[in-house]
Structures are given as structure tokens and as C-alpha cells.
């Protein structure tokens, strides 16, 4: 499967974006989804990971309250709104696609295909 990030930009703190996750292949609807961060200097993080169905989702706790990640299995997209948005939350956000096999999915090691990141710079 092949994974296209969009919809970052700069933004003011306090405002909203929302990424979208283009993804080919027509298996999309059984893959956990997850989003994770990148910041300048610093290793990649987990954001927030939905279940095929979008039954379930899990999201850091940096982010808890502010971020919604949703699917759109017809679309074959995931997104991520991201709302009041901080400084720290700059980084460049990567989505990626879980076959199976995985726990929480909320490590890295977990997924199987990695978009390409799209950067978010939120200024003070």
C-alpha cells in the first residue's frame, strides 16, 4: 500500500489543521491506521492510531483532548484534526498503515508502510 500525507502548513497557535492520508490498495479497510510526529532533533512519536473499523482509537496523552483521528474506508483516507494547536506540536507528521500482527499499535515497529510526512509549524 502506498500512503500520500497532506495538509500541513503554518499556523498560529491556538488555530487548526487537519492532515489527510491518501492510501492505494484496495485493502485499506482492514489496515490500523496511525499518525506520528517528528519534531526538529527529536524521534519519532505516536500521535493517534484507529482500528479498521474506526471502532476504536488511542491517542497520546500530549495530544488527548485536542486531536481526533478519524477513516473514511470508501475514501480510503484517514484523517487527523488537529485543533489549539501548540509550538510543540510542530514537527513533520507521518501517516502509516498496520497489516496486523501488532499490539496497541502505538510503537513505531508496529506498522508496515509509512507515508511520506507533511510538516506542521504552529508559531507562538
Known amino acids: 500500500v502506498q500512503l500520500q500525507a497532506s495538509g500541513g502548513g503554518l499556523v498560529q497557535a491556538g488555530g487548526f489543521l487537519r492532515l489527510s492520508c491518501a492510501a492505494s490498495?484496495?485493502?485499506?479497510?482492514?489496515?490500523?491506521m496511525g499518525w506520528f510526529r517528528q519534531a526538529p532533533g527529536k524521534g519519532r512519536e505516536f500521535v493517534a492510531r484507529?482500528?479498521?473499523?474506526?471502532?476504536?482509537?488511542y491517542y497520546a496523552d500530549a495530544v488527548k483532548g485536542r486531536i481526533t483521528i478519524s477513516r473514511d474506508n470508501a475514501k480510503n483516507t484517514v484523517y487527523l484534526q488537529m485543533n489549539s494547536l501548540k509550538p510543540e506540536d510542530t514537527a513533520i507528521y507521518y501517516c502509516?498503515?498496520?497489516?496486523?500482527?501488532?499490539?496497541?499499535?502505538?510503537?513505531?515497529?508496529?506498522?508496515?508502510?509509512w507515508g511520506q510526512g507533511t510538516l506542521v509549524t504552529v508559531s507562538s
Open positions: 484507529i482500528t479498521w473499523s474506526g471502532g476504536s482509537t
Open positions: 502509516a498503515a498496520g497489516e496486523g500482527g501488532g499490539y496497541l499499535y502505538i510503537r513505531a515497529e508496529e506498522y508496515d508502510y
Open positions: 490498495g484496495r485493502t485499506f479497510s482492514s489496515y490500523v
